[in-house]
Nanobody
Framework: QVQLVESGGGSVQTGGSLRLSCAASGVTYSNYCMTWFRQVPGKEREVVATVYTADSTTYYHESVKGRFTISRDNAKNTLNLQMNNLKPEDTGMYYC???????????????????WGQGTQVTVSP
């Protein structure tokens, strides 16, 4: 059974940085999409960044390209999201999600994810 636990959220001012981590247990195969989602009240949840563990292919939402970096620490079995130059519009609840797939990285931004963490709040003030 896959279990995901996020940490690292908090409150920062515009231009600040945060690093989110997702401790993943049960992710024992190499063919997983690991993804960070963001949700703001009243809006649909959106994909922020994904990584396909089989080949490390990444995908980023257009709004975070050049500011956010997704990475995976295989030794610690964690998924990280380094967020720099944060903006107020980055505010939201951030969720880590995972899905096993052999269909390749193409699926990662489009999949219906079965495994979710509890979320961690990120607040960026002007």
């Amino acid at each position: 059974q896959v279990q995901l636990v996020e940490s690292g959220g908090g409150s920062v001012q515009t231009g600040g940085s945060l690093r989110l981590s997702c401790a993943a247990s049960g992710v024992t195969y190499s063919n997983y999409c690991m993804t960070w989602f963001r949700q703001v009240p009243g809006k649909e949840r959106e994909v922020v960044a994904t990584v396909y563990t089989a080949d490390s292919t990444t995908y980023y939402h257009e709004s975070v390209k050049g500011r956010f970096t997704i990475s995976r620490d295989n030794a610690k079995n964690t998924l990280n999201l380094q967020m720099n130059n944060l903006k107020p519009e980055d505010t939201g609840m951030y969720y880590c999600a995972a899905i096993f797939t052999v269909r390749g990285a193409y699926l990662c931004p489009r999949a219906k994810y079965p495994y979710w963490g509890q979320g961690t709040q990120v607040t960026v003030s002007p």
